[in-house]
């Protein structure tokens, strides 16, 4: 184990990896603070830059960006009230509150250090308890891992959907999608129509950036988009109104280090994400709180709750997709994209196929905790400036990288035609209320689900009862059933 | 009487969409459905149309969620589809033309058509953004990652 862990040292903490990690913590935030992009926009455009660097740079780069996006939505929260990300809505409660009583400067610092100290968290859980998940999936064999993929895609068609029903029609889409190309097993053609192009299947980068950032400018299009202007900031003379003082983050700890304690949960379970991190942790600071009348009033603790819950989602969110490769959220969809970009295929093997690598990719994320303090500290002065860029300047920009992208990770103009395609069918989804999120992720799985659902087939001799008579395996499809009737009984309770 | 329209037209799509794989495209692209190969697009396809019914039937009993919009709000906000159409048209042409005319020239028209389509008529700063966004494309592609933007094969046939 000491020598893993020195040799992954050796590997990550290099001047350039570094240098990866900062920039992303950078990007993430600056692109996070301005309205209508996000993290996973920010992180599915950069992607195609990275195929050409080392994994560890570009991923420890993909993932800062993952978390410092989620931290600059809260910087066009506070100052604005316009949350950059939707995990940033409730930072907004007490954040613009804080602004428009001249403490901006304080909001603004209380949303970092929570958020580094939410990150730290959930980074060392998932330095800890990915390991031992590892190592318990290894003894998972084909009919077990089906029946595991088969519960993830039940509980994240629910991402994104307005019913569970629209979500799970969402994630079988993304199913049939996962066919077209050769049959990872008998290399039969499927669906490709005679297209050499579509023999390897459709590229998941370029559906991706179509699917998510393209769709997005449609739709903010069509919803008639109205670009934030920064009003002139409340000064005021007090010193302490733009720092955070020590009783001030020492009576905030609590909060903080529950509030990652539930970003973390929910970032390791599949398809919660940090919206629901967020809400969750405002909602457990106010109802803990010895004044709750204050929160939505400017209270700082409202500010460092759900900045601390959203943040810890990201570490978390790593768990399932490392140990398991599953990902549990929309981002780490697109970042478990990036590993198999890299040649790391998620799941249990990965730790053992590629120890140096994860551990030096858990390092580095630990220590982008820290440029965490420093890297946007920056933004928070030109904060004004940057989320008031006009989003008729932004947009042209955007979908020029859309079409660049697309092409530059395997210099295939075929895939500026796929990113075209599923940008309109993304805006479609989105106009019927089904789920991109969903589909996406049932799209990275399905593969994976096929073979280990043909395998279990196999060592059966064809006879499906292997998925009753496994008790693992049973015991995940015991399970899936439980999370469909669940969803169906609080669809059905919230209908009436 | 249908209660969410939306949804029935979907579920209906969803059927129809469904039966057309099972009965046409499955065992023309794939094979027929008792063999392996078709085995997960076959039960995806059969679990996608119950979908598509339950939906159906779910459109026609129950009605559409959310807020309608209210009497006296004054009228629905136009949809701006002409907008969202020239600019799918625009992405549309931007990749079927990349080979042709290249990264360059397709680039600079596609930018300068879309900046248009979002109402931006200011000729410095769509010049600047433009250059700016090309010349870093070019350089971050070509010159650092070492993979080159397509030149197109008009400007290759000029240049032989």
Redesign the interface.
């Known amino acids: 184990m000491l020598e893993t862990l020195t040799a992954a040292a050796s590997q990550a903490l290099t001047l350039s990896n570094f240098f990866g990690a900062a920039l992303g913590i950078f990007l993430g935030s600056l692109l996070g603070a301005v309205p209508g992009l996000n993290g996973t926009m920010a992180i599915a455009l950069l992607t195609p830059?990275t195929y050409?660097w080392s994994p560890l740079f570009a991923i420890a780069m993909l993932v800062g960006c993952w978390k410092g996006s989620v931290y600059g939505g809260s910087i066009s929260a506070i100052l604005l009230n316009a949350p950059g990300t939707p995990e940033a809505a409730a930072t907004a409660f007490d954040g613009y509150p804080m602004t428009k009583q001249g403490k901006a400067g304080k909001a603004l610092k209380m949303a970092l250090y929570a958020s580094v100290i939410g990150a730290l968290f959930s980074d060392t859980l998932l330095m800890v308890a990915s390991p031992p998940i590892a190592a318990m999936a290894l003894m998972f064999g084909p009919a077990e891992l089906a029946m595991l993929i088969l519960f993830a895609l039940v509980v994240v068609a629910g991402t994104g959907a307005?019913?569970q029903?629209?979500g799970?029609?969402s994630t079988?889409?993304g199913?049939?999608l996962a066919?077209v190309g050769l049959?990872p097993?008998?290399t039969?053609?499927?669906?490709?129509?005679g297209s050499i192009d579509l023999d390897a299947g459709i590229g998941l980068l370029a559906m991706l950036i179509g699917l998510l950032v393209?769709s997005e400018?449609?739709v903010q299009?069509?919803e008639?988009w109205k670009d934030a202007h920064a009003e002139v900031m409340i000064r005021s003379d007090d010193p302490d109104a733009s720092r955070v003082t020590w009783p001030e983050l020492k009576g905030s700890l609590g909060t903080i280090f529950r509030s990652s304690l539930l970003g973390s949960f929910c970032g390791a379970l599949p398809g919660v994400g940090s919206i629901t991190a967020a809400f969750m942790g405002y909602d457990q600071a106010r109802r803990l709180s010895k004044h709750p009348e204050r929160f939505g009033k400017g209270e700082i603790k409202g500010v460092a709750a759900p900045e601390a819950a959203n943040n810890a989602v990201c570490g978390a969110g790593l768990i399932p997709l490392v140990t398991l490769g599953i990902p549990g959220a929309l981002s780490a969809a697109v970042i478990m994209g990036a590993f198999m970009i890299h040649g790391l295929a998620p799941g249990p093997m990965l730790m053992l196929e590629h120890p140096e690598t994860i551990y030096g990719l858990f390092m580095l994320l630990i220590l982008s905790d820290f440029f965490m303090l420093i890297i946007p500290l920056p933004l928070m002065k030109m904060g004004q400036w940057v989320i008031s860029v006009p989003?008729?300047?932004l947009?042209?920009?955007i979908?020029?990288?859309?079409?660049?992208g697309a092409?530059?990770t395997h210099?295939n103009?075929f895939d500026?035609?796929v990113?075209?395609f599923f940008?309109?069918l993304g805006?479609f989804l989105k106009k019927?209320e089904l789920s991109p999120a969903a589909l996406l992720i049932a799209f990275i799985l399905?593969p994976m689900?096929?073979v280990y659902?043909?395998q279990a087939?196999k060592i059966s001799g064809g006879d499906p009862g292997i998925f009753i008579t496994k008790p693992l395996a049973a015991s995940f499809l015991a399970l899936t059933v439980a999370a469909m009737a669940w969803t169906t009984l609080r669809n059905r309770r919230g209908?009436r | 009487m249908i209660r969410n329209q939306k949804d029935f037209r979907l579920g209906l799509g969803l059927v129809a969409f469904c039966l057309f794989l099972l009965v046409y495209l499955i065992p023309r692209q794939v094979g027929p459905l008792q063999e392996a190969d078709a085995l997960l697009p076959g039960l995806v396809t059969g679990f996608t149309l119950l979908l598509g019914i339950l939906l159906t039937i779910q459109a026609v009993r129950r009605p559409a969620g959310g807020r309608a919009h209210a009497q006296g709000e004054g009228p629905e906000p136009r949809s701006p589809w002409r907008s969202i159409g020239v600019v799918v048209a625009i992405m549309a042409a931007y990749a079927w033309l990349l080979e042709i005319t290249g990264f360059v020239f397709t680039s600079l028209g596609a930018m300068l058509a879309l900046f248009l389509v979002f109402g931006v008529r200011r000729w410095l700063p769509i010049a600047a953004i433009t250059l700016g966004t090309l010349g870093g494309l070019y350089l971050c592609f070509d010159v650092l990652l070492g993979a080159p933007l397509p030149l197109g094969t008009l400007v290759e046939n000029l240049l032989e």
């Open positions: 830059v050409t307005k019913s029903l629209k799970l029609i079988a889409l199913l049939l066919t049959d097993i008998t039969q053609q499927r669906f490709t129509f393209m400018v449609l299009m069509e008639g989003r008729a300047y947009f042209p920009v979908l020029t990288l859309c079409v660049i092409f530059g210099q103009l500026v035609k990113m075209v940008g309109v805006y019927w399905g689900a096929e659902l043909r087939l209908g």
